[in-house]
């Protein structure tokens, strides 16, 4: 090696050594996670279809429900007017039938009144005695009532007082004191009422 070659070694200047410079973080995008795949992806799409299969069965519990709940209410409507439908055939029917027995029983008052008024003068004997006593039953056994007494008070809604014959020291209210003929009903229905005379207590 000659002596320029030594110099010109020597004489080359040293690197001074650089700052190495990091760089910048790079930015990490969110990923997103890897979509399920074979037994994950059938397990999901059959929750899936669980699900849309419990929420059809409760809309479906739902509409039954509802539907139940109306049909009730039909039927509850449904018997009340059937109740109400039968009371009112029931009570057309007794009116009916009062009204038929009023209609048959009406003129054979007169007939027990002339009955009434052969007993006021003599007992009744042989087959009057007979045919008057089971004419009293049948009467009766259709629901007509003899009303009418010595000594009951007046009473306008079934007596008719065909005269005032004075007071009475011993009666405290107006008082039957004659009966001139009884009276008749049917139920609470006042087919004749009762003819008398009447007396005022004293003090009147």
Known sequence: MTDDQVTSADDTPEEEPQETVAPPPEEVEDTPAPAPSGFGVEAA???????????????????????LEERTLDLQRLQAEYLNYKRRVDRDRELV?????????????????????????????????????????????????K????????????????????T????????????AKSGYKIGDRVVRAAQVLVVDPAGE
Do not use: W
Not at 114 to 143: C, F, M, N, S, Y
Not at 152 to 163: K, M, N, R
């Open 168 to 179: 009475d020291p011993e009666v405290e209210v107006t008082t039957c004191k004659v009966v």
């Open 97 to 145: 039938r009062e009204n038929a027995t009023y209609a048959a029983l009406t003129p054979i008052i007169d007939v027990l009144d002339t009955i009434d008024r052969a007993r006021e003068h003599e007992p009744l004997e042989g087959g009057l005695k007979a045919v008057a006593e089971q004419l009293d039953r049948v009467v009766t056994g259709l629901g007509l009532v």
């Open 45 to 67: 799409e059959m929750a899936a279809e669980s699900e849309v299969e419990v929420s059809a069965e409760a809309d479906e519990l739902a509409v039954t429900k509802m539907a």
């Open 147 to 166: 009303f009418g007494a010595v000594g009951e008070a007046f009473d306008p809604t079934i007596h008719e007082a065909l005269s005032h014959i004075g």
